[in-house]
């Protein structure tokens, strides 16, 4: 039971640290050496934990990855909703959030793109009504989209989550257009 207690902790001073670092520093530019001395532990209490920081870091992304998988399942063409729940549960996670940001892997940016655009696909031609677009037009419109709501999504976390989910959610959907 103590040695729960103390990995527990260990990780969520790791994950602070990370979190921490990508404020000042990009992924690729952060030392294994930064992280231990930032968490306040040893290098061998980090290597019993993680391999290496990429390590750590996929298995942060697998969560997300998974996460974000789940939400865009169980919410099917509700944009709203599922954009909601993507802020929600990045509003109480910081190494996540992190590596949203401008500093963070390009894995996970590139795929939140590629997940918010398949959305985007399966949403935006049934909204136009009548005005049917051709395929090449529909592309680009979902691309613009979904690096619309990635630019906002890395803003709000660049700002400090200072708006609620319910909030930044409003305001994305009032800017990008309803769905």
Known sequence: MMTDIKITKTRRSIEMAMSDLLKEKTF????????????????????THYQDKYEMIDQYQSVFFTKVET?????GTDV???????FDFLYQESVLSALLSENGTREIHIFLRQKLKALLKTVIPTHLGPKKLDQIRIDYQT????????????????????????EITDTLIAIVGHF
Request: no cysteine; net charge positive.
């Open 28 to 47: 690729d530019q952060i030392t294994t050496t930064e992280l231990v001395k930032r968490a306040g532990i040893s290098r061998s209490s980090f290597y």
């Open 71 to 75: 939400i865009f399942d169980q919410n």
């Open 80 to 86: 709203h909703n599922a954009i909601f729940e993507i």
């Open 143 to 166: 691309t613009y989209s979904a690096h619309a709501i990635f630019g906002m999504v890395q803003l709000w976390i660049k700002r400090g989550k200072k708006e609620s989910p319910k």
